[in-house]
C-alpha cells in the first residue's frame, strides 16, 4: 500500500505516480488525519509511505498517525520525502519510527520538488516548477524500481549539518516559527471555503464569511496556496510571491 500526505501536491503526485507503476492500493492521510481516524488499515507487507519534509523530518502529524495506527500485515516500509532542497537526516529519525512499528525500515528517498514553503521562502513561478517537476521525474523511477524489486534505497548524505537540522533544529523550528497567527484573509477572499475544506487540522473556520485560524497548524500551505482568489497572506512574508501547488502546473 502507498500512504501518503500532501499539502500542496508534490507529494500526491508521487505517490500516485508510485501506486499506478506498483498497483498498490493508495490511502490518501490528509482524510485520515482530518476525520481523526486511526481504525487499523490493512496493507499487505509492503508499505511506501510518500510525505513532504517539514523541518528536515516528515511532518509531526502524519508520525503521530503512523503511531497511532495499526498497519495490519506491514513488514517492510519505504520513506519517500518530496522537499524543496533537502531531507537532512530524516531517515534516522525514520528508522527509530520503524522500530518503534515492528517494521524493516528500506529507507528513505529524497524527491526535490517545487518549494511551497512561501512562509519562510519564495516558490517558483509555473515553467520553473514544471522544469524541477521533470528532473524529480527519474527519482521517481528509481523508487519505483527499488520497491519493484524490494531493496532498500541508497543511503542518504548524513553529515553534521543534517543531523543537526534533523536534530536539535526540528523541535527549536516547530516551537518558533510553526504558527497560525500571520494567517490572514483579505477583502479578496470570497469565502469559498477552500481552506476549510483543505485544511488537515480543521484548524480553520469560516466567522462572517471569512476564514479564522485556530492554534493547531501543521504550515502544509494547503489554504495560501489553494486560495482561488489568492486571498490569503501570511503576514508580510507571502506578499507578492507566486503560489504554487501541483495540479496548477
Not at 516547530?174 to 480543521?202: D, H
Request: net charge positive.
Amino acid at each position: 500500500m502507498i500512504l501518503y500526505f500532501s499539502g500542496t501536491g508534490n507529494s500526491g503526485h508521487a505517490a500516485r505516480r508510485i501506486a499506478a507503476a506498483l498497483d498498490e492500493p493508495l490511502l490518501c492521510l490528509n482524510d485520515r488525519i482530518k476525520a481523526g481516524g486511526i481504525a487499523p488499515v490493512e496493507t499487505g507487507e509492503r508499505l511506501v509511505i510518500v510525505t513532504p519534509t517539514y523541518a528536515w523530518r516528515i511532518p509531526r502529524i502524519v508520525e503521530d498517525w503512523l503511531l497511532h495506527t495499526e498497519l495490519t500485515g506491514a513488514k517492510r516500509a519505504w520513506f519517500v520525502m518530496t522537499c524543496g532542497s533537502e531531507i537532512g537526516d530524516a531517515d534516522r529519525y525514520n528508522r527509530r519510527l520503524c522500530q518503534a512499528k515492528g517494521l524493516t525500515c528500506m529507507g528513505t528517498a529524497q524527491l526535490v520538488m517545487p518549494e511551497n514553503y512561501i512562509a519562510m521562502f519564495n516558490a517558483p513561478q509555473v515553467e520553473e516548477a514544471r522544469q524541477i517537476v521533470a528532473r524529480a521525474e527519474p527519482d521517481i523511477d528509481n523508487v519505483i524500481a527499488a520497491v519493484r524489486e524490494n531493496r532498500a534505497f541508497p543511503p542518504p548524505r548524513r553529515k553534521f549539518y543534517d543531523r543537526f537540522m534533523s536534530g536539535p533544529v526540528n523541535p527549536i523550528f516547530y516551537s518558533c516559527f510553526v504558527k497560525a497567527n500571520a494567517f490572514t484573509a483579505g477583502n479578496a477572499c470570497t469565502g469559498c471555503g477552500q481552506c476549510v475544506r483543505r485544511c488537515p487540522l480543521n484548524n480553520i473556520a469560516l466567522q462572517n464569511g471569512k476564514p479564522v485560524w485556530g492554534q493547531n497548524c501543521t504550515h502544509c500551505m494547503a489554504c495560501i496556496c489553494y486560495c482561488p482568489a489568492e486571498a490569503i497572506e501570511y503576514g508580510k512574508k507571502s506578499l507578492g510571491k507566486p503560489r504554487y501547488h501541483f495540479e496548477a502546473l
